[in-house]
């Protein structure tokens, strides 16, 4: 079981359930039921679902009234971001270098003023 805030996180989201669930949420705060609505599957599964986004702490569930509305919680989205902000650059080197490489094999153009 993922021990690290990072780990659990990218746990939550290996599941596409839960990654268009997050999805949903970027709209604004959503109900259980509204949630629910696009997937062919029972209430208690998506409660599961969600149970693991909130342990995440990608979700927040909040009591109001007799109903329980859900909204995105984005930081552990930002964390996961900055993580990947070291692998961004090194991506970005090697595409620079890959593309400096491929300038030095293009074949040098003739000035057609030479002829």
């Not at 509204?34 to 062919?40: G, N, R």
């Not at 995440?56 to 909204?71: D, G, N, T």
């Not at 996961?80 to 890959?98: K, P, T, V």
Request: proline letters at 7%; charged letters at 30%.
């Amino acid at each position: 079981m993922p021990s690290d805030q990072l780990s659990t996180t990218f746990a939550a989201l290996a599941d596409p359930t839960r990654r268009a669930i997050l999805a949903s949420l970027t709209t604004g705060e959503k109900t259980v039921s509204d949630l629910a609505e696009p997937f062919d599957m029972t209430m208690p599964a998506i409660t599961k679902h969600l149970k693991v986004l909130e342990k995440a702490h990608l979700i927040e569930r909040s009591q109001k009234a007799q109903y329980r509305p859900c909204k995105l919680h984005p930081e552990p989205l930002k964390d996961i971001d900055n993580w990947m902000e070291q692998y961004r650059a090194f991506f970005e080197g090697s595409f620079d270098r890959l593309d400096d490489y491929l300038k030095q094999l293009q074949p040098k153009k003739e000035n057609s003023d030479d002829h």
